[in-house]
């Protein structure tokens, strides 16, 4: 459907309220839930099936068509991947599936990078983290890969607490950027290239393939010639060695 189809449909459906026009648009926009539970099983891994992913997606798109007002200048595409993601992260709490001693697990990691942070004044490497727990180096890629979860749980609560929608309106209403606004993106392309530069080659491009040439984890897995296993675990390690720079524009990697 192309972009004059779609704002006539949304604008029936704005004045009616056609429950038939509003599954033409929850099929119309479909791919976008797939598109963010993609995205958010980067960081569940095997934890959750992609299509109950999808599922628990489905039920914020139509919260976000419902809700939607086409008259502010937002795009529906921004809103509603707000809406499908916390759909999801809010399905996932209520499970609960995330045991305590994974939390722990990731305190101690946590703690433990600070710690040799503040030491050495850089990045701790996994060998220096597995060390200073005192545990094997198979083992430390055993617990990052089982609290990736814990990870996108506590940032989606963080920028919550930032009031991270609510930003995005007053932003995105805007027609033009406002001065502060052209600063805070230069700021914030400076802080990546700072927070890329942290990374090991591999994990730099996987950074790259995923978010800049929009490859899939199959696709990147075959260029680097390593499991798509493997690749997820290089993406968490990136994001991870990223936080410490980024804070909470990493948002905008989610």
């Known amino acids: 459907m192309d972009e004059a189809a ?8 704005s004045r009616t ?18 598109l963010v539970a993609g995205r958010l099983g980067m960081y569940l891994g095997y934890s959750v099936e992609y299509d109950d992913l999808c599922g628990y997606g489905i039920f914020g798109l139509i919260d976000a068509i419902d809700k939607f007002d086409c008259n502010k200048n937002v ?5 509603a991947s707000l809406r499908i993601r ?19 697990k990731q305190k101690k990691i946590d703690a433990a990078m600070s710690k040799i942070e503040a030491q050495k004044g850089s990045v701790a490497t ?16 055993d617990w990052q890969g089982k609290t990736k979860a814990t990870n996108l749980i506590s940032l989606d609560e963080y920028t919550e607490t930032q009031g991270t929608e ?43 393939l995923y978010y800049y040439e929009e490859m899939t984890l199959k696709e990147i897995s075959l260029v680097l010639d390593v499991s ?11 994001l991870l060695k990223m936080k410490s720079k980024l804070g909470p524009y990493l948002n905008i990697l989610i």
């Open 17 to 34: 309220r056609s429950t038939a026009l509003r599954d033409q648009l929850i099929i119309e926009y479909s791919q976008l839930v797939k």
């Open 166 to 208: 609510a930003k995005m309106d007053s932003v995105t209403n805007a027609r033009f950027d406002q001065p502060e606004d052209v600063v805070e993106k230069e700021e914030l392309k400076k802080m990546i290239v700072e927070a890329i530069s942290l990374l090991t080659d591999k994990e730099r491009s996987v950074v790259t």
């Open 86 to 104: 916390g759909a999801i992260l809010d399905q996932i709490r209520k499970m609960d599936w995330i045991p305590r001693s994974l939390r722990q």
């Open 75 to 79: 795009k529906f595409e921004t809103y």
């Open 126 to 141: 996994d060998e220096e983290l597995a060390q200073e727990l005192g545990i094997t180096l198979d083992e430390f890629n």
């Open 228 to 238: 798509e296993s493997r690749v997820s675990q290089l993406h968490t390690k990136a």
């Open 6 to 13: 779609r704002n006539k449909l949304w604008s029936e459906y």
